[in-house]
């Protein structure tokens, strides 16, 4: 698709809308989409506006040729930084941390990384900030960082215990052994591995199904099963209550105010200094429904007492 001049994203990122899903990709193929301060800039713009874009239902996060991403840019975010001073290797940390987790985690659309060849270090932040996670089979993994000399900072090292077990992640941070798609799946840092081919036709099936769904359920159930991890029993029952019920008030509660601002702005109908608006219609709509029980439970009542029961 082309770009606009007013579409946030650049050359490091591209984006391609079909029926529904954004198809975000990490594009600099020529260096295995290493994640640099460009990207990252660019990604922080195309999360904040694929967030209120209405061609974006599923948001499904990839790379561009033989690469999901090799991890951080060695050079660029590196290097280039350790002797511009702490405030330049600050402020590329925010920068990353801002799309790779802050955002990613709390996306308020459903997220599904494709994880469609190298991967290492860096890229398993992002890769696991994103809700579901689908991995060609051929792919090639890896916490790489101690074989450079580092540990896996930026929030690596969370990403991975939050979804490996504690044996197998202080294995790959401690020996930096690469593993393939499929190996993924079995530590459950991916829902599934599939052949390459079939990565693009299975990512699409799982963002239908996503689609399909109520959006305002579908994010406060995924937000509600990252906030009860940390939860005890007792508090975690009391939230999801209140998060049940506020996902099923969202569209009422959106008709409500919406109406009460075209009574006040448009038709001058009424003041909400001094009154509280009355939804006509929805009251209306709701008292037929109310009638349409009413008479329902008249007519069974009736069916019983003539069959005897
Ligand atoms: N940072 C900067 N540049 C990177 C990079 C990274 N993380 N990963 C790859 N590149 C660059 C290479 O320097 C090379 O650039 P050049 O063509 O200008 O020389 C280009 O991408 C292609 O990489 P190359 O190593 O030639 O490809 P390959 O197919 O032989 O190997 C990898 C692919 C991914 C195995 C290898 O590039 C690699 O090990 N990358 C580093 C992965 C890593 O440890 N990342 C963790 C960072 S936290």
């Known amino acids: 698709m082309a770009k606009k001049k007013t579409d946030p994203w650049g050359d490091t990122v591209l984006v391609e ?35 209120l874009d209405d061609r974006c239902g599923v948001m499904v996060l990839t790379g561009a040729g033989d690469s999901f991403a090799a991890g951080m840019d060695l050079q660029e975010y590196f290097r280039e930084t350790d002797d511009a001073g702490d405030e330049v290797i600050m402020k590329a940390r925010r920068i990353n941390e801002e799309w790779q987790w802050r955002r990613l985690r709390d996306y308020p659309k459903p997220t599904i990384a494709m994880v469609n060849g190298w991967c ?110 940390y939860m005890d029993w007792e508090v975690s029952a009391d939230y999801l209550y209140a998060k049940m019920g506020e996902a099923l008030f969202f569209g009422e509660a959106a008709d409500n105010r919406r109406g009460a601002m075209k009574a006040f702005l448009d038709d001058k109908e009424y003041r909400p200094g001094l009154e509280h608006y009355k939804d006509t219609k929805s009251a209306k709509k709701k008292s037929g429904k109310k009638k349409a029980k009413k008479k329902a439970k008249k007519k069974a009542k009736k069916k019983s007492r003539k069959s005897g029961k």
């Open 17 to 51: 809308f079909d029926a529904g899903i954004a198809w975000v990709t990490m594009n600099r193929p020529s260096k295995k989409n290493a994640i640099n301060p460009t990207m990252g800039r660019e990604m922080c713009a195309t999360l904040e506006t694929l967030a």
């Open 120 to 229: 290492f270090g860096g890229a398993f932040t992002p890769m696991v900030g994103c809700d579901l996670a689908i991995a060609a089979e051929e792919a090639t993994l890896g916490l790489s960082e101690i074989n450079w000399g580092i540990l896996p900072a930026g929030n690596v090292t969370k990403a991975v215990v939050e979804t490996m077990g504690y044996r197998d992640a202080l294995y790959y941070i401690m020996t930096g052994e690469p593993f393939d798609g499929k190996r993924a799946a079995e530590l459950g840092l991916v829902n599934e591995a599939v052949p390459l081919r079939q990565l693009r036709r299975r990512t699409r099936e799982l963002a239908v199904t996503l689609l399909e769904k109520n959006p305002a359920v579908l994010r406060n159930a995924k937000l509600a099963t990252k906030r009860v991890r």
